[in-house]
């Protein structure tokens, strides 16, 4: 009887493994077929009998990325959003902490205040923040990019879980020793919370390096255009050259795969997070 069942597990994992393999290939194959089109030329993938590996590898549609495409102003707007993105995690991290173990009048109504614009799509505050920014000079320039995008509700929101099952025993005697609200978020609570700071890195990074939308509105000038909002502007001007247009594909595409397969261990422990009662 048991070797039965195990047989009929073993079998039950082999066709689940299988399922999932043949479902990660299906996934996996556009974006595998889009990056070695990169090193195609643009002949070669106008073809209508396609290889699925160059026959004549080139670099050429990555130098015409940069050169051509201007994608080197729009990587370093793009990595200046990113950087400060992570100042934001940050402060992000210092008002999750403030919510979970400080006590302090209006905390309930606050924390809800926070919570309830969870519920506002972004969509709805762009007009009333764009017109915040142009009362201030700060339309077409990277800070009026910036600034909107360094806080957020949700962010706030699970680092207040994850840091609500700290222990208050081991604040309280970091305390008690004489150390300073400071000295214990930076060397206590901040190495406890990695799991939570590495998902939320993760989601800064995606964030940060896919910004299209708000960039789009708040800068009409290219010189403060991101990746995304170039890749957009790259296939309008270069409708028939599709070589480049892979090449920018795979440009914003391979890093964020790369980070994720890093970091994707982190994604499960980060969102574990449970209330404390």
Do not use: C
């Not at 910004?211 to 990746?227: C, D, E, G, M, R």
């Amino acid at each position: 009887m048991s070797n039965s069942r195990n047989f009929v597990d073993k079998r039950n994992k082999t066709i689940i493994s299988v399922v999932l393999l043949a479902w990660g290939l299906v996934t996996v194959l556009p974006f595998l077929w889009m990056f070695l089109s990169s090193f195609k030329t643009n002949a070669e993938i106008s073809q209508m009998t396609q290889s699925f590996f160059p026959k004549r590898w080139t670099f050429k549609n990555y130098e015409n990325l940069f050169i051509s495409g201007n994608f080197g102003v729009y990587l370093k707007n793009t990595l200046i959003i990113t950087a400060s993105s992570f100042f934001g995690l940050m402060l992000n991290a210092i008002a999750g902490y403030g919510f979970a173990k400080f006590n302090f009048f209006g905390k309930r109504i606050l924390f809800f205040a926070v919570m309830a614009t969870m519920m506002i799509p972004g969509q709805v505050t762009m007009i009333p923040v764009y017109l915040i920014l142009n009362q201030i000079k700060l339309t077409n320039t990277l800070l009026g990019i910036l600034l909107p995008g360094l806080v957020g509700a949700f962010s706030i929101f699970l680092f207040r879980q994850f840091m609500s099952n700290i222990p208050n025993s081991v604040i309280e005697s970091a305390r008690i020793e004489g150390a300073g609200e400071w000295y214990i978020f930076w060397h206590l609570v901040v190495p406890m919370s990695r799991p939570v700071i590495a998902v939320q890195g993760i989601l800064t990074f995606i964030g940060g390096w896919n910004s299209f939308l708000w960039p789009l509105i708040i800068a009409n000038n290219q010189k403060y255009y991101t990746l995304s909002v170039g890749l957009q502007l790259l296939q309008g001007q270069h409708t028939s050259d599709y070589g480049i247009q892979m090449a920018g594909s795979s440009f914003m595409v391979i890093p964020i795969i790369i980070i994720f397969l890093i970091f994707q261990k982190y994604i499960l422990q980060g969102f574990s997070v449970q209330s404390e009662k």
